[in-house]
């Protein structure tokens, strides 16, 4: 155990030397870093102290454990001691107890506010660090690193990385709607203040604990980390060509490369089990699956498939084969499905990698 204290009143004295000392006693457990600036919290303790401290992922999601936190300057290192390491990060801001006060403009969007097609209203609170084609946008498929807060109208704050001490990293399609337009507006270095509608956040009344009705963000872009790079739109993806064969049900399709030689005889039955690779649009050209993105192609029983449409033209392929469908909204989810689903006519190209 190497040991550096700055001397703090109440708490013995030692002389300064590089390294880590955590010292824990009357409920308080404090970190310090001896080899330059750092991060200096106090905090309860329980009788047996998880790994819990500075940035330590585990107890940030635990929460409120900090009532205090003076921030002298950032740095990077790792508190080693019992159990996980303990990670000292950079903070986003300065920050004091309590909540991060509300923006004065958190009851309605201001004047100066730039509005979006989807209702998403935003301003910039600090410019990005590069300038024109310079700059860098995520992408629904990237993940990002950012420090925000969020907050009602009534100016009740929800939640905030700052005051958790560690910034948020996720990807750009896996959060609500209104996050993952305005996150893609923003270059690194930027902040933003965002004003979401309910459509685009959580709803009116969503229960289980969540915010309702319009909310709001400051959100600060600090670093993006490329994902996978999507298939491109179909040319062809509004409607089916006039080269497309057409069958009875009213599938469509074309067939974009043939099978292994030697193989086309091995076609799948329903009961066959199939692996295939596949990419699916609306015909507006939004991608709805990959598995360019997720890198698993799916393995199941051709009958167990949900979507008729897929289920049908699969048994029309085979081994190593290449097509595009277009499958009617009957074939699909229909005209008016389930929240969530997509409806109308659904473009798919799939592959035929497995049959057994």
Known sequence: RVAAMLPMEGLPARPRRAGVRRWVGRGILVAFVGAGPCYLSAQPAPVAPPAV??????????????????????????????????????????FGIGDIPAPPDVAAVPADAQLTASGLAFKVLKPPTCTGSECERPTKYDSVVVDYSGWQVDGKMFDSSVTRGQRASFGVGQVIKGWTEGLQLMAVGEKRR????????????????????????????????????????????AEPPADAVLTPSGLAFKVLSPSKPGFESQVPKPDSRVTFEYSGWKTDGELLVSTKLSGKPPTVMVKDLIIKGLAEGIQLMSLGESRRFWLPAKLAYGENPAKGLPAGMLVFDVKLTGIA
Do not use: C, H
């Not at 740095?75 to 990060?89: D, E, F, M, N």
């Not at 229960?207 to 490329?226: S, T």
């Open 194 to 237: 965002f004003w979401i509608p309910a459509a685009l956040a959580y709803g009116e009344n969503p229960g289980n604990g969540r915010p309702g009705g319009m909310l709001v963000f400051d959100v600060e872009l600090y670093d993006i980390k490329r994902g996978p790079t999507p298939p491109p739109v179909p040319p062809d993806v």
């Open 53 to 94: 401290g500075l940035a330590s992922a585990e107890g940030q999601e635990r929460g409120s454990f900090w009532r205090r936190r003076l921030v002298l300057d950032s740095v990077a290192a790792t508190l080693g001691g019992v159990g996980p390491s303990l990670q000292i990060q950079p903070a986003g801001a300065l």
